[in-house]
């Protein structure tokens, strides 16, 4: 055969975008393929041995060769049929006014496989066209790709390094189905180009690349279409023929089996369901789906935040959500866990242990294998881990996993790096924040049952003073935004890290960084919900004074009223979402409403005595087609232009698996009164009562300035040391070594010692002999 090679890109553009996304996907069964559907296009499918999409989209157009064609995912009114919310089989229908295409999707419950049913009605002079821009391997600009046959059958065929794709097609009576292919250079030579330019296809390359490629084909009326994966491109072709030698029912028949007998396994879900209305009840049953699919095969217990890229259409990164981040992880476990999945919430914990840093923390977000995409250090991720392993033991869920290790490796983190974090659970600040607080806060309580002696105590320790000091760290008065809400105060979004040592650091600013011209606001002047999980907790109780006056003000600033419900924006000044006149999110834009967040301030209301049932209600209508849960909805007048509605799906992620996560526990926690994943060491420790310990702990990072009389002082620092201290002025000169309390070495002054005093003087000396080259200072007052 006489090889035509496709030119170079001269330019690049994305083809065929994706725009926002519907997801479904595969979970159950050998198969180790994911994919969403979106505006008729299969996009973004997974082989997760190599932990990267491999391919950015596969689509369809319309066309009869005259000149008339049509890309089906541009048509409006598209429909997606789910008639089970237990399994993820799509059915989507495109209808014009010249034809209707239909196709069902699946994959091959035993093989490496995406399976996909099409048939085309209507004018008989049309014929449907395949479109894929397959992006193999770690580098998609580096694929190769060819018009060939396998054993006589035509293929589509993308190779790179040991990585293979291949696409067939065979028609109803089995025999194989691909007309004239084409492959080429995305935005220069593809099939999508050749439309354009030509009405018709014309070109007919049969290899391109190594480059950017993209495949493309003529399809029969009715068939099934194969896309296969391997470790060789005649590999995956063997395993793509393999699954239509047997048939798209056959499979698909499995395939709903399998997904069937999962949801048979998760023993709360049916109890819960049918206690809830039905349109709650079939979105409670599809998040769980949702969350499902996100579940990795080669790595199980490692699931990505979503199988979308936010605003995709724009961005070509290989990131996205396909990744697991700590956070959203355990959040998704959490509903797991409730549904009654326990093997899967179990496997979670067993995947995050394996993936633990050497020091105790988790990577800010890793590949599904565990290497590191971004770096970044955030403390509630240390602490949700914790958190899981608690909750699995009080399921009494937790079988054969030992977990001290993991625990004292994060509990020591911790309290060496806490109270301030590198960055927010948003991931843009570094400082003091409230959620972060009440999740390492809770760690270290449940954690401490795992441990035995000083180290549980050291835990607790720091757990009390921690939970003692929120408000002295992040709670304002007499603001602009108290002012303005007419409140005594409210909880601050984040406190800059000098908070610890002056109290007026909250008046700096606090940068928005996506914002295109930073509105420069005090930290102060900022209020995010991230309050509420103190009340969720249990460190605070919904009717405290200081949660009552944020909830005054978050309620004002942050909530608006759309044709859904009620949405909440992730803190006042936020940029990360579309722009005022619908442009994607380009690394600057205006903060939408967040479903995620209306069932936070769902929970707020279980824990207030209040009805939970208008924020389910909320975050149901929000839904996309086919019952998904994006990661923000459009909460401005309509843009038409961007198909941008008030109340529905913006272009942001859509799942949002902590979304469909944070849905399941809310419909638990609606219908036991509770939050579900409240932790039970930590409830019963704090009850909302903010605890009064007597001492003051002391470290590098944070030094009070001050001690009452009656308070101890204990320093508490991450190797052994020797305290060399004395009394108003350096009199009554001491030496008291540190003791090992397991997660640090801590020395305690002993308050009988400086009852009298007013002043305190003390150095530091290593173990090694040096010393620490600075000497301190404490007052000791006489009132608080």
């Not at 065929?157 to 995305?186: H, K, M, N, T, Y």
Request: charged share 20%; glycine share 10%.
């Amino acid at each position: 055969m006489s090889i035509t090679r496709a030119p170079a890109a001269r330019w690049r553009r994305p083809v065929w975008s994706t725009g926002r996304k519907d997801c479904t996907g595969t979970g159950l069964g050998h198969s180790r393929l994911w994919f969403t559907i979106g505006r008729g296009i299969v996009t973004e499918i997974f082989y997760p041995r190599i932990d990267i999409p491999q391919i950015r989209d596969l689509g369809f157009l319309i066309a009869d060769g005259q000149g008339f064609w049509q890309e089906i995912k541009a048509l409006p009114n598209s429909t997606l049929d789910l008639e089970d919310p237990r399994t993820p089989f799509p059915h989507i229908h495109h209808r014009h006014e010249r034809y209707q295409f239909s196709f069902q999707v699946c994959t091959d419950p035993d093989r490496d496989v995406l399976l996909i049913d099409f048939a085309l009605t209507g004018d008989a002079d049309l014929r449907p066209y395949l479109l894929c821009a397959p992006r193999l391997g770690a580098d998609a600009r580096t694929n190769r790709a060819w018009v060939g046959s396998w054993e006589g059958r035509a293929v589509l065929w993308v190779e790179q390094g040991p990585f293979g794709l291949a696409i067939s097609c065979r028609d109803p009576d089995g025999r194989s189905a691909l007309g004239p292919c084409a492959v080429g250079e995305v935005g220069a030579s593809d099939l999508w180009q050749d439309f354009h330019l030509n009405g018709r296809m014309t070109w007919g390359y049969a290899e391109a690349g190594p480059g950017e490629v993209a495949l493309g084909g003529a399809l029969p009326p009715r068939g099934t279409l194969a896309l296969g994966l391997g470790t060789s491109k005649e590999a995956a072709a063997t395993a793509a023929w393999s699954s239509l030698a047997e048939g798209f029912p056959r499979a698909a028949d499995e395939y709903t089996t399998r997904w069937l007998a999962w949801h048979e396994l998760c023993c709360a879900s049916q109890d819960i369901a049918s206690q809830l209305p039905p349109d709650i009840a079939t979105l409670y049953t599809r998040s769980a789906t949702v969350i499902k699919v996100h579940e990795d095969r080669t790595f199980p217990g490692a699931l990505v935040a979503s199988l979308s890229v936010p605003w995709g259409e724009t961005s070509d990164t290989l990131g996205g959500y396909h990744l697991v981040w700590a956070r959203d992880l355990v959040e998704s476990a959490g509903a797991l866990l409730a549904l009654g999945a326990h093997k899967e919430a179990r496997q979670v914990l067993a995947y995050l242990i394996s993936t633990q840093r050497a020091d105790g923390h988790w990577l800010q977000n890793q590949w599904l294998g565990g290497k590191p995409f971004w770096n970044g250090m955030q403390l509630d991720e240390v602490g949700f881990p914790v958190l899981l392993a608690s909750a699995l033991k009080a399921h009494d869920a937790l079988g054969d996993i030992t977990v001290t290790d993991m625990i004292l490796r994060a509990l020591s983190f911790i309290v060496r790096k806490g109270p301030v974090t590198a960055q927010d659970r948003w991931e843009e600040d570094a400082g003091i924040n409230t959620f972060t607080l009440a999740v390492i806060i809770a760690a270290l309580v449940e954690g401490a049952m795992f441990l035995d002696g000083r180290a549980r105590s050291c835990a607790l320790m720091f757990a009390d003073y921690w939970n003692a000091r929120i408000e002295s760290w992040t709670y304002t008065e007499d603001d602009p935004l108290s002012r303005q809400f007419q409140v005594p105060g409210h909880y601050i979004r984040v406190a800059p890290p000098d908070v610890l040592t002056d109290q007026e650091a909250e008046r700096e600013i606090l940068p928005i960084k996506n914002r295109a011209n930073d509105p420069r606001l005090a930290a102060c002047c900022q209020i995010s919900n991230d309050f509420l999980q103190l009340v969720r907790y249990g460190l605070r109780d919904a009717r405290d004074p200081h949660i009552l006056a944020s909830v005054t003000v978050m309620d004002g600033l942050l909530k608006t009223e759309t044709p859904s419900g009620p949405v909440w924006h992730r803190y006042n000044g936020d940029g990360y979402g579309e722009h005022a006149d619908g442009r994607p999110f380009d690394g600057t834009g205006t903060g939408r409403g967040w479903p995620l967040l209306t069932g936070e301030r769902g929970h707020y209301a279980v824990a207030a005595g209040d009805d939970a049932l208008p924020y389910l209600q909320a975050m149901a209508a929000m839904a996309g087609q086919g019952g998904l849960l994006p990661e923000q909805v459009w909460d401005s007048a309509p843009i038409p232009k961007y198909d941008l509605t008030p109340g529905r799906p913006s272009g942001s992620a859509m799942p949002l698996v902590w979304a469909h996560g944070e849905f399941v526990k809310l419909c638990h926690s609606h219908v036991l009164g509770v939050p579900i994943d409240r932790p039970v060491a930590t409830w019963r420790r704090y009850r909302g009562v903010r605890p009064t310990p007597d001492f003051r702990i002391w470290q590098l990072h944070q030094q009070p300035r001050h001690l009452r009389v009656g308070e101890e002082l204990r320093i508490a620092l991450s190797a052994p040391f020797t305290v060399h201290w004395g009394q108003d002025g350096w009199q009554n000169v001491c030496d008291t070594p540190s003791e090992d309390w397991g997660l640090l070495q801590v020395a305690i002054l002993p308050r009988t010692a400086l009852r009298d005093a007013h002043s305190l003087q003390f150095t530091l000396r290593w173990a090694g002999g040096d010393w620490i080259g600075q000497d301190f200072h404490i007052d000791i007052r006489r009132t608080s």
